[in-house]
């Protein structure tokens, strides 16, 4: 049985809207076989390997985000190691996992105030949206690669996005092929396309492919700092080039197909869709 799996995660990004907290919500990851599993799980325990016998440590993108995780199991000095060479391992997982065949699709939502408590109000409200964007796009990618069984596997949600939020939205989708606000899902309903009757939640301490998905959004959202010119260069920006053609759609069909933007129109989408290009120069 061929399965296909889509692995994850969400981060929040300050637009350049002056929002005062985070307006721009992403959540997406990697597509990928069994062989691709164990191909970036191998290489993601082989950089481990480098700094400590055992590969049972989390790593992501913002690595501060586990400080308190490494002081609770006593592991203060292999943070600080991590952090202070954390430009090379994260250069190494990239590179070497670009030969790897795993697809990106990731959605991006701007919100559309600059009220901190309408922000705080609408977010779940987003995180539905933006999520089922995501969904109708994995949809298509599994039209395309036909497996016999689709699973996604999240992170476990904190208490900002209850489960239900993923959990409503993945059976109207599966069943009505509709989200919940009722817009069709264009690919059709997800269980014609061999879906799993569930989203599947799991710590992405313990899951190194989660830790990888969250390397990529990490990546993507430096991306978005640099088209959205809040940086002049970035270290990410340059990794997510290694993986450009992972994208789905790449190099011509980025925008709507492996990297989706809400709104359609504005600032936001025309500048990323302007510095598109950079990434396959």
Known sequence: MSLM??????????????????????????????????SISRIIEDVKSNYRTEADFPIKWNLKDLKNNYWKHGQEELYRLLLRESKQWRRRIFRETKDIDFTIIVAVIKAHSWRRRILLETRQKLTRYVFSDALMRLGYHAKERDPDCVEIILDWPDKKQPRSIFDEEYKTARLLGKTCENRDYHCGSLKELRFSESVLFTSMKECPLLQFSDLVVGAVGDFLDIALEKKQEAFGFEMLKELNMKIRGAPDRVIGRGLIIAPTTGGLIDRVRQFIPKLYE
Do not use: F, Q, T
């Not at 300050?14 to 164990?38: F, N, Q, T, Y």
């Open 5 to 38: 799996r889509w692995y994850a995660d969400n981060s929040y990004l300050p637009g350049i809207w002056g929002a005062p907290i985070e307006d721009m919500l992403i959540i997406g990851g990697i597509s990928v076989d069994k062989d691709a599993e164990r």
